[in-house]
């Protein structure tokens, strides 16, 4: 199995990860397969909401997941001082929240004086972590991304993210 064989950070493989975390991955990764093979704008879509519909089945209606494996590859603060965070689950697949408090509508960053804060202050881009936190939903997709396009939402995703725990690894 290709999965199998894929190094998620410098000291995790594939073969470390949460059955949930491999089970989502290997989905992520046979959509974007057959989005490539794609020949129309249609086959597009209807490969986007069919991601979105296997991944709400995998992870429940509560789009949470536990002690996911990943590392931090971005790491910082806002004008007002509130955390983000992109932390990479897979080559090209990121949970992250806003970078920005007036476009962070969904509450994704990390206000400080929080515990999530407090833990993030010892921790450093390039730091490998389990994270569990929950998928922010969407009525169309299942959940929201925030690539620009369809083409990066299918093939390098960043799922917008709800973090409630971080430790390193």
Known sequence: NKTEQVKVTAAATASDL???QARFLATIDNYATQFRTAKNELQESSLRMGRGDAIVKMTGPALNVENWIGRITKLGTDGQDKAYIRVSIAPNIELVTFNMSALDMQG???PPGSKLYSNLMSMAEGDEIRVSGTFIPDAQTGFQEASITIN???TEPAFLFYFSHLEKY
Do not use: H, K, L, W
Request: aromatic content about 0%; cysteine-free; hydrophobic content about 45%.
């Open 18 to 20: 949460p059955s949930s």
């Open 108 to 110: 994704t960053m990390i």
């Open 152 to 154: 990066g939402a299918m």
